[in-house]
């Protein structure tokens, strides 16, 4: 049965569809059978797939694409189910009942925090939706700069709030909008060994707490 993730983050901004398409090139790459689904109405995702599938050369592993309303979530990952390993779900950037299908059918409910004190209490309403269907979500410092205090003290604050915190982060790197535009994970991007380290860092982690 595939293994079903949903990226939720009630900000915009926060990075969260480059992070879901960066996180299904990874676990392509390994081998994996992925299906993607896009619930949000902005379309990102299927415009990046698009542009991946127009491509010739370049890509590791094959993906699957499909949109879903926000209520039929539960059902196009269900159609996945038995024939893929992992349903990863791109959600819109807002929180209200639209949400629960996704949180409903995770496994893992991976949000991802930018490093701002604004985007830490954005991620409150994520967590108290995510406890009311029983998920403990999986916090990700998105966009974070190495070494500023700011990005200390949110690291830091990630350890305090409802959820488990990667220790991972996911640095502000130009190389993931790059590949984003060229419908690419930044580990098949030349020049981006850096970024595609950190998403291969974070996806063991991820499967380590799936596995654990």
Known sequence: MATVITLAQQKGGSGKTTLCANIAVELAARGR???ILDSDPQGSLGRWFMTRFERESGLQGDLTFSTASAW???YEAG????THDFVLIDTPPKIDAD??????VSDLVVVPVTASQVDLWATEGVLEMAAREGKRPFAVLNRGRSGTRLTNEIRGA??????DAAETVIANRVAYAEAM???????????????????TAL???MLARIDG
Request: hydrophobic letters at 40%; glycine letters at 12%; a negative charge.
């Open 33 to 35: 059978e992925v299906a």
């Open 99 to 104: 949400l629960r299908p996704a949180l409903k």
């Open 181 to 199: 535009g060229s419908g690419q994970g930044v580990r098949e991007f030349p020049g981006a060994k850096i970024a595609a380290a950190e998403i």
């Open 158 to 163: 990630l350890s305090e709030i409802e959820a």
């Open 203 to 205: 996806v063991d982690e």
């Open 72 to 74: 039929g979530v539960s």
């Open 79 to 82: 159609k996945y189910q038995k």
